[in-house]
């Protein structure tokens, strides 16, 4: 026959009394509360006032687009108006960006040129991003334009990993992914998005590739373009004339 | 200089997934699969798979932008997001492990709660779940106890989700390795044994018992550093395979082997967490008598190296080279993730406490026989 070591034994074999458990729990609870109480801070951040930071769109799109941008870096300045632009445009906060330009100096002293290469959302027809959210949060429209659900997206930031291109980061004020929507709200007003209309160049020009006159199209058609990391296998929608391989490699988070 | 994207809250996530993994597959070589030598550790093993299970999210939610949202991770379930498998496959398994310790435990939670006063009786009714029965304790279903430990078991194998949620990633090269899955599968179940082993050891060491014969068996088991030593292969083979990846991999590797990562991956992680261990362990085995320090050492190196390993990955893996003139994040915990882990550890510390201090996790002993009628002195 057996039975079980008595209970004040069983307290006594693993050296642990009542008084103990409730010293010890106390301990590891203000612990845990002061845990709980971070993550709480996270969490209200955003479900307060800035819940509605970003409106949310349309997931089908009622236009018949297929929307596309070329970026021409024989005309990129490298006035970062763009960035300015977007960030102004979007209400992007501090310390992120949707649109950013890269800078190098090729050459040798004194014989140095610079090289900008303007960095958006690609917009990809074969997005990374989309299957990869947990939540189904970030989607691509039938126009092309890959977007994000700000009410469902779980800032899990499984997207922004996935990215090749480093076009996503997690909003530090609604603490979700946030990125370049190609200003989807001036476009559905007919509008071009805000980096375009101030790009003083005039490197950047959006338009239909469903449209063979659009500018795009006779762009396309006329000039030999490059994508970036076109060995990732996204097919971005964002073409650029003047791309060598190392800049196309060169982009990253 | 700005924080990694994913650090170490994310660690912690997949470190605690493992060991639940792992705590649940050494208690089921011996209540599946009868391996004596994880007998002694089993009851120990339940628990540990138990609180683990129930500590995985945890972290989580200090990771997420948006935790009051984790729902959505139960509601839009799909394929293609081996994140969205996490959801039902963390629940059914910390259901399935605690109706599998429903049957595994019954007849020590019945003897206990007949013992029981206070709070301790309270749970000990509530784990019981049906009506305790009145006399003799009933024998729990076998069957039930089986499907739910076959059960349970294939589930831990479902936790290999986790190194594929970074092995899909191709832009991440030093992430994108088909056998990630099976890597973070076996460091999880190398750290849960680990734990287990540790843990059994420190509350034998308590007491001051001496090992009993049948659990000399499991000072002695190879399977451990078996499995340690599986490890190194695969290791050994994840990185041949490296070399022929893209070029971009190479930064990420050279910051494991020579660079900012190196004294945390390669020599605490690979060296002290997993040659060391697996060298003490096999030599505990051959010992005349095995030691316990030894195996606790072990054990406690094996726990180290295992949150080495997946920390340095991590980061290495969100690595990239920048060009002059940028900057990549800090491949460190902020003070904030740091605060976030001790508190996570606190509640874990808390959970086992009341575990054990509710269940009867402690072995049946024997009935003492009746003491002897004392003999009459010759006046």
Redesign the interface.
């Known amino acids: 026959m057996f039975r079980i070591r008595k209970t004040a034994r069983t307290e006594q074999a693993i050296g642990l009394t009542r008084r103990e458990l409730l010293t010890k729990g106390t301990v590891a609870g203000i612990a845990a509360a002061g845990a709980s109480l971070l993550l709480t801070d996270r969490a209200s951040a955003h479900d307060g006032a800035h819940a509605k930071y970003y409106d949310n769109f349309p997931r089908r799109s009622e236009m018949e687009h297929r929307w596309a941008m070329v970026v021409d870096l024989r005309r990129c300045v490298g006035c970062r108006a763009c960035t300015v632009a977007c960030k102004s445009e979007n209400n992007v906060p501090d310390g992120v960006f949707r649109t950013w330009l890269r800078f190098e100096e090729v050459g040798e002293y004194p014989n140095t040129r610079p090289r900008y290469l303007p960095v958006f959302c690609n917009h990809c027809d074969n997005p990374p991003c989309v299957p990869v959210c947990p939540v189904l949060a970030t989607y691509k429209r039938d126009d092309g334009l890959v977007l994000i659900d700000y009410d469902k997206c779980i800032g899990c930031g499984y997207c922004i990993q996935a990215c090749p291109y480093g076009a996503r980061h997690l909003n530090p004020v609604q603490k979700t992914a946030d990125k370049c929507t190609l200003c989807v709200h001036r476009l559905e007003a007919g509008q071009k998005p805000a980096c375009v209309t101030t790009c003083i160049g005039g490197a950047l020009t959006i338009g239909d590739l469903n449209d063979p006159t659009s500018d795009v199209s006779r762009l396309l058609a006329k000039h030999p373009v490059q994508t970036l990391k076109p060995e990732q296998g996204t097919d971005p929608m964002f073409f650029y004339i003047g791309l060598d391989d190392r800049l196309s490699q060169e982009v990253g988070p | 200089m700005?924080s990694m994207?994913?650090g170490l809250p994310v660690v912690a996530k997949y470190l605690f997934g493992g060991l639940s993994a792992g705590a649940f597959v050494t208690y089921y070589l011996w209540q599946g699969l009868g391996l004596k030598a994880f007998r002694s550790l089993s009851k120990l093993a339940w628990i540990s798979a138990a609180v683990w299970g129930l500590m995985i999210p945890i972290p989580i939610?200090?990771?997420?932008?948006?935790?009051?949202?984790?729902v959505?991770?139960l509601t839009?379930f799909?394929w293609?997001?081996p994140?969205?498998w996490?959801?039902p496959i963390l629940l059914a398994y910390v259901v399935v492990v605690l109706i599998n310790g429903r049957f595994f435990y019954y007849a020590?939670v019945v003897?206990?709660y007949r013992?029981?006063?206070?709070?301790?009786r309270k749970a000990l009714r509530v784990l019981l779940i049906t009506k305790p029965p009145v006399g003799a304790v009933p024998e729990a279903s076998r069957f039930w106890l089986k499907v739910t430990g076959a059960l349970g078991f294939v589930l831990v194998l479902f936790f290999g989700y986790s190194g594929l949620?970074l092995g899909?990633?191709?832009?991440?090269p030093l992430w994108a390795n088909p056998i990630n899955p099976l890597m973070f599968l076996l460091t999880g179940i190398i750290s849960g044994m680990a734990f287990v082993l540790v843990l059994w050891i420190a509350?034998e060491r308590?007491?001051k018992v001496a090992p009993a014969p049948g659990e000399e068996a499991t000072l002695r088991t190879l399977i451990l550093p078996a499995l340690l030593a599986l490890f190194l292969a695969l290791n050994a083979i994840s990185y041949v395979s490296l070399s022929y990846s893209?070029p971009?991999v190479r930064p990420a590797v050279q910051l494991l082997a020579t660079g900012e990562l190196a004294p945390l991956f390669l020599w605490i992680g690979l060296g002290l967490g997993t040659v060391v261990p697996m060298v003490l362990l096999a030599g505990n085995a051959i010992l005349k008598v095995p030691r316990r320090w030894l195996a606790g050492l072990s054990g406690i190196l094996a726990l180290v190296g295992a949150f080495a390993q997946k920390y340095g990955f991590l980061a290495a893996g969100?690595f990239?080279?920048a060009?002059?003139?940028e900057t990549y994040a800090s491949l460190w915990p902020t003070i904030?993730e740091v605060?976030?882990f001790?508190?996570?550890l606190?509640?874990a510390?808390?959970l086992f406490?009341?575990a054990?201090?509710i269940s009867?996790w402690?072995r049946?002993?024997?009935?003492p026989l009746p003491a002897a009628p004392a003999k009459e002195v010759a006046a």
């Open positions: 700005t994207e994913w939610f200090g990771h997420l932008g948006q935790p009051g949202r984790f959505n991770l839009d799909h293609t997001s994140m969205s996490a959801g020590d003897l206990a013992e029981a006063r206070g709070i301790r949620e899909i990633i191709p832009s991440k509350l308590r007491e893209p971009s969100q990239y080279d060009p002059a003139g904030e605060l976030q001790l508190a996570v606190a509640l510390y808390f406490v009341a054990l201090w009867p402690r049946v002993v024997p009935e």
